[in-house]
């Protein structure tokens, strides 16, 4: 029988995460510095509470915990997030917890893309979202962005091109805190502005938060979501994706989606559809972690061990890098992002830094099909060793000061 | 805004599970006996010894499995896996940890079918993937059954007249042991007869098997899948989906896929996007349970748990039902089907029952849309108690004669 032949089309035609494939590409390069991870790091689990929490929990509530649980996610999870969340108008059923962000944006996605629908998304965004829109068969048209977020003027010309060509925009991906692969926080002006072209266009939002609680300095901005519904009349035109993948561990698989529950209910069906229910142990365990005040303390716990490293990152740019070399400005996170001159290709660059053992990823990486751009590179900083951030950003800036 | 009228058109005509419907309908009710369930008794959870090792592995563990995993998922489990099906061809890149056997069906026909495509299924089946099945744009076409499984005659028949009419059968779902909803187990010789005709005709088997472990009495009989790579030349034409959800409970979602690593392969891309990666401490907690020999003791155990709750089922219809009313054979499982006299109608009989306070499942509701028969029903007897069987089924066969 020939397989590949019954694929389905959208099977046959997906692309899969080319990031997966550049880091395998240095696997097993003894002594590599890699700025190339987006992961955590494992010192930032709380192990210990854990591994005691998960115990607790199926000791007393197992049969309840083990059984399939309700679609749309514990509801002693949704209690804590409630008060987590302080923001007395979030009802029960205007939250949906979910196997992880990507989890949520999938049943987002499903909810709302037909074939050919149009989503528009900050240039350069996550990959792994992009290439997930586009197996949903849309058409993801990037933004550029500026050092405040989403370029709104930008916004207004692709928006009144795409109408003009009769095209269905459904919605706006952005990443406002810390943003995958920038670094860049959109700023409180600009998230006014784009909550209200927005609602003007009738176009949704959708809020992709996994590293807000990553701030090292500077004040918190307050969240699309939370703008939209306090000082918008109680617009429900942003959904948010929340994540404790950063904050407990992405093996967890606990995230939460906050929506209308005219956008809640559909996503429950494709839950339903795809996974039945969420993993109910999991979700008692982060409830309970909640319940017992620990989330707090191990927040600030995660952000003073993370700063550091962000300032050895910044440290170093400035010190190792070619004045031709840009960055933004960055208060938490986990990645940085560098425009070199256009004519430096970063692929090319790529192959060179792996003979000299430093991995990074490529800036066309994070762009949709078609609009690639390559004079830039992603840096992440919460993977390598402080030391390691020296040495391997004097080599990159050296690199670079021989192609500039 | 108006949120509906974004919706896609998939969501836009999406049925949800009726069943979820019918049983919220009886809940609240007091003193229910109900036969309408499909939930494993929590009494056969393993509770303290899971709560020991979710304990032990995140202690020993902690930074590996709270991190992202493989996306196929995790090689301590997938030794174990093999180490427990005793196939020695199995080879790991033909096997897929999902969560949940919902979970690797949905990558399955994410894969395979395009809108429009068919998929046949035995009629009645498990409605939840029905509905599913639908979600994805697929035709479903069901095919009857008699004591030995799906109707070949007929199976034939429908084969010849679709592919008369051009359409695209991508496969065949079955639940070959104690299937859901009838509790019939397919015969050696319609497996080996079912295999050959998909062979034939280049149409894959998907062998849904949630249930296989729960048998109470006779022998074990050889899988599709088994059949397949051993009976037929090493065919890859049977994807197998096995579940922990009835054995250790589906709160864990833990299930995992057979398939050619053809098929492997893009599921794999699917779950990325689903999911990125299934929950690793859940199965890191699994593969320790299975390493510490702790799952055939425990299969053992549940089988004579549930056998006295069968075997009460099977004296109650026996005993009570009028001689009209047939039902099958059956050696496990949790269900068992009754076909009542063409006359019947099972959706009115629900509400009669109801007020007797006894609730079951309507066989019209596993069926796919504009396919439903009237005048069967489901009975679960692993929820009720084997008084409540008693009691529940001598009140359902009085109603049943008076209507008769």
């Known amino acids: ?21 550049l880091v395998a590409s240095t696997k097993g390069i003894k002594g590599l510095i890699s700025f190339a991870g987006g992961f955590p790091s494992p010192q930032t689990f709380p192990v210990q509470d854990l591994a005691e929490i998960f115990n607790e929990v199926i000791d007393s509530d197992g049969c309840d915990i083990l059984q399939y649980g309700a679609s749309e996610g514990d509801n002693f999870l949704k ?30 996605t499903q909810t709302l893309i037909n074939p050919g629908d149009v989503i528009l998304c900050e240039g350069p965004s996550f990959l792994d979202t992009l290439v997930a829109f586009e197996a949903a068969g849309a058409e993801v048209v990037p933004v550029s962005m500026d050092d405040e977020g989403i370029n709104m ?16 925009i459904k919605f706006i991906y952005t990443i406002p805190d810390f943003q995958n692969p920038t670094g860049v926080t959109m700023s409180l002006q600009r998230r ?35 703008i939209a519904r306090e000082d918008y009349q109680n617009s429900q035109v942003v959904t948010a994706v929340k994540s404790f993948s950063k904050i407990l561990g992405p093996g967890l698989r606990v995230a ?30 982060v409830a309970k972690y909640m319940r017992d005040d620990k989330l707090n303390p191990h927040i600030e716990k995660i952000q003073k061990f993370y700063a550091p490293y962000m300032e050895a990152m910044l440290n170093a740019l400035e010190k190792y890098m070619p004045k031709e070399v ?3 400005e960055i208060e938490g996170g986990i990645f940085i992002w560098l425009t070199c001159p256009e004519h430096i290709n970063t692929d090319e660059l790529f192959e060179k830094a792996k003979e000299m053992k430093i991995s990074f990823i490529p800036g066309s990486k994070f762009y949709p099909t078609n609009h690639e751009r390559f004079n830039s590179l992603r840096l992440n900083f919460s993977y390598p060793s402080i030391e390691q951030i020296d040495a391997g950003v004097k080599a990159l800036g050296d690199l670079l000061k021989s192609m500039i």
């Open 1 to 21: 029988m020939n397989l590949k032949s019954m694929y389905s089309k959208s099977t046959a035609t997906m692309k899969s995460s080319l990031i997966r494939e």
């Open 79 to 108: 209690t804590e997030i409630k008060k987590w969340e302080k923001k007395d108008y979030l009802a029960d059923d205007e939250i949906l917890i979910v196997d992880g962000a990507t989890n949520g944006i999938y049943y987002f």
């Open 153 to 168: 003027a930008e916004l207004d010309e692709v928006i009144a091109k795409l109408k003009a060509e009769n095209k269905t």
């Open 192 to 226: 006014h502005d784009l909550i209200k072209t927005a609602i003007k266009h009738s176009i949704l939002l959708l809020e992709d938060d996994p590293y807000s609680q990553l701030r090292y300095k500077g004040e918190n901005i307050k969240s699309l979501y939370a």
């Open 256 to 285: 939460y989606v906050l929506a209308d529950k005219e956008l809640i209910q559909p996503m429950i069906s494709w839950l339903q559809k795809v996974i039945v229910s969420p993993n109910c142990v999991a979700e008692r365990a």
């Open 326 to 328: 840009k960055w933004p």
